[in-house]
């Protein structure tokens, strides 16, 4: 006891109550664990996220495309929108189940196997989604597949769609080619800010521990997307330079929808992954137990 307690007893003690409260173990042992939870959390958010954009860039490049990020876009994404969203998460509030979890393994790792895997497979469908908004664009104007991964060849081997009205300048290179890549990094934007909202718990489901939760995160989002949609739109307020300085330019409603259409899904992927996580942490935990040592 820290109040009541002799000296004696406190140097011998391995935990020192300050306030001779025994619920205030309870209290931080919560903590601890809301600590460690939310640590995971900021690693899920950013791991996913950095392997999406990895993936797009490799994807991308083996399949031939002309770049669907530039380097500018790349710093934009890491240094001003993931930023907010990943310092929110350090505020997320205890799952309800927190305290009714058993002790973990003390050999168990922050990055558990199938945590690793899982965001794997999250920034997997970020990969491939951010490709997808990409060529889309280009196949919406009559552009197959094969012709995209022969960009460098148009006007030699095969010609623009005669319905589309554009030469091969002005399909891969300027605005041309700035449209899909505006489309492609907005695309990233708000499925970050989607997957960020889902990270407000590692393993519970958003419709048990919603966004709502962390206002904190609920600003962390808003202000980035905001703060990207004015630079997107910043030739209606009188600033150009602007959005070109960033290679962005003015998005139409339609590709808003076709942004929307893709990225909405990640909640479906980040909520299916969820649950096998907790499948798979019923079925191990018991047995995790049984052979290592524990902390709370």
């Known amino acids: 006891m820290g109040i009541t307690g002799t000296e004696v007893s406190k140097e011998a003690a391995d935990m020192i109550l300050a306030d001779d409260n025994f619920s205030t173990i309870v ?9 460690y939870a939310n640590m995971q959390a900021f690693i899920c958010f950013l791991i996913s996220c950095n392997i999406g954009e990895i993936c797009a860039i490799f994807f991308a ?3 031939g495309f002309p770049e669907p990020l530039t380097a500018m876009h790349l710093l934009w994404v890491n240094l001003v929108t993931d930023g907010p969203p990943a310092t929110a998460l350090g505020f997320n509030p205890p799952s309800p189940d927190l305290m009714e979890q058993p002790p973990r393994p003390t050999d168990e790792p922050i990055l558990t196997r199938w945590l690793l895997t899982r965001y794997c497979l999250t920034g997997l469908y970020v990969g491939i989604a951010t490709i997808g908004v990409y060529a889309q664009h280009y196949m919406s104007q009559g552009v197959e597949l094969h012709q995209i991964a022969s960009w460098s060849q148009c006007g030699e081997f095969w010609q623009p769609p005669a319905g589309s009205g554009l030469s091969c300048m002005e399909l891969f290179q300027g605005q041309g080619r700035m449209l899909p890549q ?6 990233l934007v708000c499925m970050e800010m989607l997957k960020a909202l ?3 718990s590692v ?3 958003l419709l048990r521990v919603g966004p709502q939760s962390n206002p904190w995160l609920l600003l962390g989002v808003a202000g980035p997307l905001l ?3 004015f630079v997107l739109y910043s030739p209606y307020v009188g600033l150009p330079a602007l959005g070109e300085s960033l290679g962005m330019v003015p998005l139409s409603p339609s590709d808003w929808y076709t942004i929307a259409a893709w990225a909405l899904p990640i909640i479906l992927v980040d909520e299916i992954l969820k649950a096998i996580g907790r499948w798979l942490y ?3 935990r018991n047995e995790k137990i049984k ?3 524990l902390v709370v």
Request: charged content about 25%; proline content about 0%.
């Open 27 to 35: 209290n931080a042992v919560e903590e601890g664990r809301r600590i």
């Open 182 to 187: 505006t489309l492609s990094l907005t695309f």
């Open 203 to 205: 393993d519970s489901s």
């Open 227 to 229: 703060l990207h949609v």
């Open 282 to 284: 019923r079925k191990d």
């Open 198 to 200: 889902s990270a407000v």
């Open 61 to 63: 490049t083996l399949a």
């Open 291 to 293: 052979t290592s040592d």
